[in-house]
């Protein structure tokens, strides 16, 4: 399989439109929250390139830092997430003619639908970690760049949500009970964090926050 992160914008729109299973959603995701990272490090670079206009620059730093080290991960989730799924069609599609072949099969899928549901949780523990360095960017940012890490917030904020859309729907199909449990009970944890940071980068942004 050809990494996506090799396309042009053209031929990656037109993987995403096509009929084929993979990319979809998750990879959607993944890729909408390297774009909010990318943009975060955008205003934050700007910033940094103003020194007379900085104040504690260690703090923008060690963001910055913790910032460059999510963007290739969320890039690489998009092929994660494509091949993940491609497991999922190839489990589903085993011969389950005898008994034997059946319980294979059956047990192919579970393993494959688990590491499809692992894959968008490391996107939104991704989004997470992002979204906790937001307000961090937005207290730093310039005034032409505010608008910016506006739109990198929302952004973070979709893909996190589509990471957890994603997982909501593979564990319907899951019978693993223990798992599916911790599963949920992270996802909703991810989101509720991530809810306070956006909510304050973007007051930060309004100035309804000091």
Do not use: W
């Not at 096509?18 to 990879?27: F, L, Q, Y």
């Not at 690489?76 to 003619?97: G, H, N």
């Not at 590491?115 to 523990?125: G, H, I, Q, S, Y």
């Amino acid at each position: 399989m050809r990494s996506y992160s090799n396309f042009s914008v053209r031929d990656l729109l037109d993987a995403f439109s096509s009929t084929a299973p993979a990319p979809g959603g998750g990879g959607a995701a993944a890729l909408t929250g390297a774009i909010g990272v990318s943009l975060l490090l955008m205003a934050a670079g700007i910033r940094a390139s103003r020194p007379s206009e900085s104040t504690d620059s260690m703090e923008l730093a060690e963001a910055t830092d913790r910032l460059r080290s999510l963007r290739p991960a969320l890039a690489a989730l998009v092929d994660r997430d494509a091949e993940a799924y491609t497991s999922v069609i190839a489990a589903l599609r085993m011969p389950a003619t005898t008994d034997e072949e059946a319980e294979g099969r059956r047990a192919a899928v579970a393993s494959a639908m688990r590491n499809a549901t692992d894959v968008p949780l490391e996107m939104m523990r991704a989004c997470r970690r992002a979204l906790r360095e937001a307000p961090i960017v937005a207290a730093h940012s310039i005034r032409s760049t505010r608008g910016d890490v506006g739109v990198a917030i929302e952004l973070l904020r979709s893909a996190l949500r589509g990471a957890g859309l994603t997982i909501d729907a593979n564990l319907t199909s899951l019978k693993d009970v223990g798992y599916t449990d911790v599963v949920k009970e992270e996802r909703q944890r991810l989101d509720a964090e991530s809810a306070a940071d956006v909510e304050r980068g973007l007051s930060l942004l309004s100035g309804e926050s000091g």
